[in-house]
């Protein structure tokens, strides 16, 4: 009988974990949350088009211009995406020469790819002066590459690459997971509100053109988002209480669950703050104040965080699924086999 | 044929005299910034009329909060005060005033002198101003901070230009009539103007003093408004004579 061995570089099985290339991608995943912060530094500050073109700056490729003014955000911005670009490069090479994993590969080029379609959003944005469609599609797709690195930094980890020692039944899986997808598009449909009117209220709100009245902003983006708010918020204390109460033997599982709760806490005060120095008393104001600025940005960050964490409770319920061949995307079934 | 002759004869006629009183509106050396030029198509001098009158402010002044420019060097650095209201003695300045209605339809031709909005100390010079549609509209800096100067029409075309110090005005014109456009500076989130885009010269801005004319309308009843960017815009009806100028007494407050 022919032996047939698969070739190693198309090898399913997992790789050994790689320390170094494990910490390098919770670099970039970090750094990654940090440009999120400096594009929510941009659209707070109104500085989306302190520099008017693009992909240069002030005609210019790589000479740093005055950081002054609304530069200094704008300019700061595209920096750093542009270094969290070359090292999400930088991951891809990595990636393809220390794991064997082909899925995990082609993710890492994914990444890149979605990256660069992250940046060429950005220079829509400024080229079409800050339009809300673009700027909010450039809003949900940073988080969305955030996302994804972070899913790659938890895919290089050690406890990733090694069986877990705990598993759920599949029984017990079901509804954790189900509950966690639901939550990610609530989140979804959140962030595209959210960044709807973030951009629409600095576009064509009080301190842009002035074409759109306030209350018809508020109508629109504000008070679905609020509604919607509570829907999050409800799948959030269910899958924080599931997996605090019902998984709490399951590590990867408990700590998501118990940050989401942390944080909705957080996001939720915040997200009252935002409403006070944005609606109450940001409509007249001749420029973005301090407490305007940390508040929102903060939301956004924040609000980013949740995303991020329910992508990690929900890759690490499949992965601590008991039945791992009746559960995709994540199916190991084949890698055990072939290990 | 004589008929003919006699009808091309006097149309050339007309033309001519229309073209002189072209030339007559496009050489008015009055700047459009503060106050209305001579109409296109306004009779003699003798046979027109003006409004004049002033804008009031009843009530508390909203306290607006000083602007802090210290995010840029080049700026002031102390606190500065807020230009978006502005009363003095009761008056309110910068409110803009035109005739809304009564006057024909159609675009009036624009002078060639432009319309000019400077940079200085990190604030547009004037706040609010009026621009007819294919008058010169230009920008100048008298300031050593660098500028972007951002338009936010909805009916004209958009646009985002830097200005560095000592660089040559920009040059622009409107194509349609567009009222209070924003001028916004994206380096300097407190620099505003209110441009407005006209088909005709016959509007002013209120001054310090809250008075404002508009010169040279030809007589006839009109809708005069006066447009103020908080406090929004007011309307009333005024009957031009040649013989003696019309009067109309804006009052405005913080509740509108």
């Known amino acids: 009988m022919l032996k047939y061995e698969v070739p190693e570089e198309l090898s399913l099985s997992p790789s050994p974990y790689n320390a170094a290339h494990h910490r390098f991608t919770v670099l970039v995943a970090v ?23 693009w992909p240069t700056s002030f005609g210019h490729l790589f000479k740093i211009p005055p950081m002054i003014g609304g530069i200094k955000w704008e300019h700061s911005h595209r920096m750093i995406a542009e270094f969290v670009g070359l090292l999400t490069i930088v991951v891809a090479i990595w990636t393809w020469r220390v794991d064997k994993r082909r899925w995990m590969r082609w993710l890492t080029i994914g990444a890149v790819l979605g990256v660069i379609f992250q940046g060429i959003l950005g220079g829509l944005t400024v080229l079409n002066f800050t339009p809300p469609l673009i700027s909010t599609a450039h809003g949900v797709v940073g988080q969305t590459m955030f996302c994804v690195l972070a899913a790659i930094a938890v895919f290089t980890s050690r406890s990733w690459l090694e069986e877990p020692a705990e598993k759920m039944t599949r029984k017990d899986a079901g509804p954790l997971i189900r509950h966690s997808w639901m939550l990610i598009g609530f989140l979804y449909l959140q962030l595209i509100l959210g960044a709807g009117f973030r951009h629409v209220w600095t576009k064509w709100g009080p301190p842009g053109s002035n ?26 204390l269910y899958l924080g209480m599931r997996t605090l109460s019902k998984h709490s033997n399951i590590p990867h599982l408990k700590v998501p669950g118990m940050w989401l709760l942390i944080l909705l806490v957080l996001q939720l005060m915040l997200g009252i703050g935002a409403y006070v120095v944005r609606v109450v008393q940001g409509v007249d104001e001749a420029q973005p104040t301090l407490a305007l600025v940390g508040v929102t940005v903060a939301h956004l960050g924040v609000g980013a965080l949740i995303l991020a964490v329910t992508v990690i409770l929900t890759i690490q319920a499949y992965r601590h699924t008991g039945e791992p061949a009746d559960v995709i995307p994540f199916d190991r079934s084949r890698e055990v086999a072939r290990a | ?27 008015n050396s009055e700047p459009a910034t503060s106050h ?13 009329g003006s409004i004049s009158g002033v804008i009031n402010f009843q009530g508390a002044v909203p306290k607006l909060p000083s602007l802090d420019m210290t995010g840029d060097p080049m700026c002031p650095q102390t606190p500065q ?27 009036m031709t624009p002078p060639s002198e432009p319309a000019v909005v400077d940079q200085k100390q990190c604030r ?3 706040r609010v101003l009026g621009v007819m549609v294919g008058q010169p509209f230009e920008v100048t800096t008298h300031d050593q901070a660098i500028h972007n100067v951002h338009p936010m029409p909805s009916k004209n075309t958009q646009w985002n230009e830097t200005q560095m110090p000592d660089d040559k005005p920009i040059v622009k014109k409107f194509t349609a009539p567009e009222m209070m456009v924003r001028l916004q500076c994206n380096q300097h989130p407190w620099m505003r103007a209110y441009v407005n885009v006209m088909t005709n010269p016959y509007f002013a801005v209120s001054k310090p003093d809250g008075s404002f004319e508009i010169k040279n309308l030809p007589p006839g009843e009109y809708t005069l408004a006066a447009v103020h960017e908080k406090f929004g815009e007011k309307t009333m009806k005024v009957k031009v004579s040649a013989q003696q100028p019309a009067k109309a007494n804006f009052d405005f407050s913080a509740g509108k």
């Not at chain 2, 209305?36 to 027109?48: K, L």
């Open chain 1, 211 to 236: 074409h759109w009245p306030t209350h018809k902003i508020i109508h629109i983006f504000l008070y679905p988002h609020i509604l919607n708010a509570l829907l999050v918020a409800g799948l959030v």
């Open chain 2, 36 to 48: 209305a030029t001579e109409p296109a198509t306004s009779a003699t001098p003798a046979a027109t």
């Open chain 1, 31 to 53: 750094l990654a949350f940090l440009l999120i912060l400096a594009g929510a530094l941009v659209t707070s500050n109104n500085a989306g088009l302190a520099v008017p073109d």
């Open chain 2, 81 to 107: 005060p807020s230009e978006a209201v502005v009363v003095n003695n009761g008056k309110l300045t910068n409110v803009f005033v035109y005739v809304k209605e009564g006057l024909p339809a159609g675009q």
């Open chain 2, 1 to 27: 044929m004589k008929p003919f002759i006699a009808f091309a004869i006097a149309l050339i006629v007309i033309g001519c005299t229309s073209s002189v009183k072209t030339n007559t509106v496009s050489a």
């Open chain 2, 124 to 126: 547009y010079v004037p």
